[in-house]
């Protein structure tokens, strides 16, 4: 059990990466105050880091395990 994530990141990956995040991202914007700023703990394929920063916030990405699938999306 403790290697599920690990085992599982590159198809969870492939199968998130390009989802319609569109209506979860309208929702947390509309909760952020004027700070420009995010942190993204834990940032799976970075498709919600890659969001905002293209929105023009700053993003700082910090990943929080180390793997073989995750080196490989590099």
Excluded: P
Aim: charge should be negative; glycine fraction near 6%; charged fraction near 25%.
């Amino acid at each position: 059990m403790s290697n599920y994530y690990n085992e599982n990141l590159k198809e969870f990956i492939e199968d998130t990466f390009s989802c319609d995040m569109s209506l979860e991202y309208h929702f947390f914007e509309q909760y952020l105050t004027c700070a420009r700023t995010i942190l993204d703990l834990g940032f799976g394929s970075g498709r919600d880091s890659l969001y905002f920063k293209n929105n023009g916030y700053e993003v700082y990405s910090c990943l929080l395990y180390t793997s073989d699938a995750a080196d490989e999306r590099s």
